[in-house]
């Protein structure tokens, strides 16, 4: 069974810096893996999505990287920005199962201060 | 406009109710899937629908009952509610395309349950 771990599951970073959100999943059969943005009331966005022959997607100021063979992926953000303040989460896409099924880490609640 | 809308927003009820959430999108999209997304445990997926005639249970389907009315509806039933199932509830659309490899899937901003 898929598990996927995000750590850490909080951070508070002054604004300017230059941060990594962790993520490791235990099962490396997978299609992609996903990171999404989940903002109070709004649900969840897709940020960035790698294909599992992929090494990284970049997308403005975030950088997604994927290393399939040792079950880890980190989203790098850039000069972070008091509107990155949310809780970002990583899915996975499971090569069995059916269903386009996800399975998503518990997360990592960012707070981005001035 | 939403893309992806879920009625109600927020909802409290009482231990042995019938609850629907409702989940309409304007995507176009053929698959609609129901999460729940618990403090700890991240999102786990309950039913999903391929397409109107296709309903598909998810990891967590006991206790819950959906019904795909249109390409565009999903709807998702607890019929005798328990405490244990207070929870955020989120739907979610996709659409592969010739994009079968991808299939992004995109939420609704989710129905907070309470059930007391």
């Known amino acids: 069974k898929q598990e996927v771990t995000q750590i850490p599951a909080a951070l508070s970073v002054p604004e300017g810096e230059n941060l990594v959100l962790n993520c490791s999943f235990t099962d490396s059969a997978i299609y992609n893996l996903q990171w999404f943005r989940q903002d109070p009331g709004k649900g969840l966005t897709s940020l960035l999505l790698i294909q599992s022959s992929q090494r990284e997607q970049t997308s403005g100021r975030l950088n997604a990287s994927l290393d399939k063979s040792s079950g880890r992926s980190t989203l790098y953000i850039a000069a972070s920005q008091p509107g990155d303040s949310a809780t970002y989460l990583c899915a996975v896409r499971g090569l069995t199962g059916g269903g386009n099924k996800l399975t998503f880490g518990t997360g990592t609640q960012l707070k981005v201060e001035l | 406009d939403a893309d992806v809308t879920q009625t109600p927003r927020n909802r409290i009820t009482k231990t042995g109710k019938r609850i629907m959430l409702e989940c309409s999108q304007t995507k176009g999209h053929d698959r609609m899937y129901w999460y729940r997304q618990d403090p700890g445990l991240g999102l786990r997926l309950i039913y999903y629908s391929f397409d109107v005639k296709d309903i598909n249970k998810g990891e967590i389907s006991d206790g819950y009952s959906v019904s795909r009315q249109a390409q565009a509806k999903f709807s998702l039933s607890l019929e005798s509610a328990i405490p244990n199932q207070t929870a955020l509830y989120f739907c979610?659309?996709?659409?592969?395309?010739?994009?079968?490899?991808?299939?992004?899937?995109?939420f609704g901003p989710g129905t907070r349950l309470t059930v007391l």
């Open positions: 979610a659309t996709s659409d592969p395309g010739l994009a079968k490899d991808t299939d992004t899937q995109y």
